[in-house]
C-alpha cells in the first residue's frame, strides 16, 4: 500500500468502462451509446451559450431544469434530483440509502457499477442468480434485506421486467428502498415512474447518456417521493454543491424542448435493433429478446472471447465480459443501419 493512502483505497475494486479508444476509428458498439447525435435544438443551444455568464457558479439547485424533467414526467419538482450522469445519482442513493444491517440484493448478472459503489460504502450484498434464460426472478428478492436495485431493462442481457412485477417487487419489501435503474427504458421497456405516488419506496433512476444522445453531457436524474429526494439532496450538498454546470442545463433544456426528434431516434434505434436481431439469428446466433439500444448474444459454434477480438482486429468494437456465466455471450450496442451492416458482414466473414 502506498503509504500516503487512507486505508481504504487499498481495498477499492474501482469499475472498468467500455474501450473508448483514441488511436484510430472504430464502429464502436460497445458502450451502448447512441448512433443519432443530439438534437440540432442541442447545436442551436450550444452555439447561443451566453460564455459571459461562465464567470458565475451556476443554480446549485438546477432549478429551471428539475422543473422541465418534473413537468416532462408528471411528477412534482420535489420528487426529482440531478445529478452529474447517473452514475453519480447511483453513487448518492448507495450512500443515502443502502447502508444498512442488511445486505443488499441485485442480480448476479446486472451492471457491473452496483459491486463497485459497495465496495467504496462498505456495503454488504447478495445476488439472486438470474435463471437459464437470464430473466430475474422477482420471488428471490422476497427475503428481508437492506435495499434492492435492478436495472430494468436489465443490462447487459437487455431484457425488461414488466410493471406488474416491479408492483409486486415494491409490495413485498415496504422496509427497503427499491431503486429501479432505468438507464435503457426508453427503447421499449414500461417506466416504474407511474408507480411512485403509490410506493414511498421506489427511486427511479434515468439518464440523458443513451436515448438522448448526450453521453458526454454527463447528466442524470432521479424520481421519487419528497423524503427520497431529500436524502439525496443532503448527500449532495456535502459533496459538490454545483454538480450540473450551466452549459449542462441549457443543453439538457433544449434536448427535452425537442421532443419530436427524441422519439424519431428511439424509434430507429428500435427498428435497427429487430432488424440486426433477425440479420444475427440468421447467423446462427441466440438472440435474447432486448428491450433496450443492444443485443446479447451468443453462437453456438464460436466462442465469444474469439468473436470479440476478431472483430476488434477489423475495426468493430462490441463487448465481452470475462465473467462466470456470460463469458460466452457478446454484448452488441445497437449502431446505424450501415454500422449494422458492417458488423453483419465482418461476422460472416469470421464464421464462414
Ligand atoms: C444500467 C446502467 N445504469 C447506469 C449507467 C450510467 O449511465 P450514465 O452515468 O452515463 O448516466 C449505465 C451506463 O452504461 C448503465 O448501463
Same mark, same amino acid.
Given at each position: 500500500m502506498?503509504?500516503?493512502?487512507s486505508?481504504?483505497i487499498?481495498?477499492?475494486? @474501482?469499475?472498468?468502462?467500455?474501450?473508448? @479508444?483514441?488511436?484510430?476509428?472504430?464502429?464502436?458498439?460497445?458502450?451502448n451509446?447512441?448512433?443519432?447525435?443530439?438534437?440540432? #435544438?442541442?447545436v $442551436?443551444?450550444?452555439?447561443?451559450?451566453p460564455?459571459?455568464?461562465?464567470?458565475?457558479y451556476?443554480?446549485?439547485?438546477?432549478?429551471?431544469?428539475?422543473?422541465?424533467?418534473?413537468? %416532462?414526467?408528471?411528477?412534482?419538482?420535489?420528487?426529482?434530483?440531478?445529478?452529474?450522469?447517473?452514475?453519480?445519482?447511483?453513487a448518492? #442513493?448507495?450512500?443515502?440509502?443502502?447502508?444498512?444491517?442488511?445486505?443488499?440484493?441485485?442480480?448476479?448478472?446486472? %451492471?457491473?457499477? /452496483?459491486? *463497485?459503489?459497495c465496495?467504496?460504502?462498505?456495503?454488504?450484498?447478495?445476488?439472486?442468480?438470474?435463471?437459464?434464460?437470464f430473466?430475474?426472478n422477482?420471488?428471490?428478492?422476497?427475503? *428481508?434485506?437492506?435495499?434492492?436495485?435492478?436495472?430494468?431493462?436489465?443490462a447487459?442481457?437487455g431484457? #425488461?421486467?414488466?410493471?406488474?412485477?416491479?408492483?409486486?417487487?415494491?409490495?413485498?419489501?415496504?422496509?427497503?428502498?427499491?431503486?429501479?435503474?432505468?438507464?435503457y427504458?426508453? /427503447?421499449?421497456? $414500461?417506466?416504474?415512474?407511474?408507480?411512485?405516488?403509490?410506493?414511498?419506496?421506489?427511486?427511479?433512476?434515468?439518464?440523458f447518456?443513451?436515448?438522448?444522445g448526450?453521453?458526454?453531457?454527463?447528466?442524470?436524474?432521479?424520481?421519487?417521493?419528497?423524503?427520497?429526494?431529500?436524502?439525496?439532496?443532503?448527500?449532495?450538498?456535502?459533496?459538490n454543491?454545483y454538480?450540473?454546470?450551466?452549459?449542462?442545463?441549457?443543453?439538457?433544456? #433544449?434536448?427535452?424542448?425537442?421532443?419530436?426528434y427524441?422519439?424519431?431516434?428511439?424509434?430507429?434505434?428500435?427498428?435497427?435493433?429487430?432488424?440486426?436481431?433477425?440479420?444475427?439469428?440468421?447467423?446462427?446466433?441466440?438472440?435474447? @429478446?432486448?428491450s433496450?439500444?443492444?443485443?446479447f448474444?451468443r453462437?453456438?459454434?464460436?466462442?465469444a472471447?474469439?468473436?470479440?477480438?476478431?472483430?476488434?482486429?477489423?475495426?468493430?468494437?462490441?463487448?465481452?465480459?470475462?465473467?462466470?456465466?456470460?463469458d460466452?455471450?457478446?454484448?452488441?450496442?445497437?449502431?446505424?443501419?450501415?454500422?449494422?451492416d458492417?458488423l453483419?458482414?465482418?461476422l460472416?466473414?469470421?464464421?464462414?
Open positions: 502506498n503509504r500516503y493512502w486505508k481504504q487499498e481495498v477499492l475494486d @474501482p469499475y472498468t468502462p467500455g474501450e473508448q @479508444p483514441q488511436d484510430q476509428q472504430y464502429i464502436k458498439l460497445n458502450t451509446e447512441s448512433p443519432y447525435p443530439p438534437s440540432p #435544438a442541442v $442551436e443551444a450550444l452555439k447561443n451559450f460564455c459571459e455568464s461562465l464567470r458565475r451556476p443554480d446549485p439547485e438546477s432549478d429551471q431544469l428539475v422543473t422541465a424533467l418534473a413537468e %416532462y414526467h408528471d411528477v412534482d419538482p420535489q420528487q426529482v434530483f440531478v445529478g452529474n450522469g447517473s452514475d453519480e445519482v447511483l448518492h #442513493a448507495f450512500q443515502a440509502f443502502f447502508r444498512q444491517d442488511y445486505p443488499i440484493l441485485f442480480p448476479d448478472i446486472s %451492471y457491473s457499477f /452496483y459491486p *463497485v459503489y465496495r467504496l460504502y462498505q456495503i454488504e450484498y447478495r445476488q439472486p442468480a438470474l435463471d437459464e434464460s430473466r430475474i422477482i420471488q428471490d428478492y422476497a427475503s *428481508v434485506n437492506g435495499g434492492i436495485i435492478i436495472p430494468n431493462p436489465n447487459p442481457t431484457i #425488461a421486467l414488466a410493471t406488474g412485477a416491479l408492483r409486486e417487487l415494491l409490495a413485498d419489501n415496504p422496509e427497503s428502498v427499491v431503486i429501479i435503474d432505468e438507464a427504458v426508453d /427503447y421499449g421497456a $414500461e417506466s416504474a415512474i407511474t408507480l411512485i405516488p403509490e410506493f414511498p419506496n421506489l427511486l427511479v433512476v434515468q439518464t447518456s443513451k436515448s438522448r448526450l453521453a458526454g453531457l454527463r447528466l442524470g436524474y432521479a424520481l421519487g417521493q419528497d423524503h427520497l429526494i431529500e436524502a439525496l439532496q443532503r448527500v449532495k450538498n456535502s459533496f454543491s454538480p450540473i454546470d450551466s452549459i449542462t442545463s441549457t443543453v439538457a433544456l #433544449a434536448s427535452i424542448a425537442d421532443e419530436e427524441f422519439q424519431q431516434c428511439r424509434k430507429q434505434v428500435m427498428a435497427s435493433r429487430d432488424r440486426l436481431s433477425s440479420l444475427l439469428q440468421q447467423l446462427g446466433f441466440e438472440v435474447f @429478446p432486448s433496450s439500444n443492444f443485443v448474444v453462437h453456438a459454434d464460436a466462442a472471447e474469439t468473436l470479440y477480438r476478431e472483430l476488434k482486429s477489423t475495426g468493430i468494437l462490441v463487448r465481452y465480459f470475462n465473467k462466470a456465466r456470460i460466452n455471450c457478446l454484448r452488441i450496442s445497437i449502431g446505424n443501419d450501415p454500422e449494422c458492417a453483419i458482414a465482418a460472416h466473414k469470421i464464421l464462414t
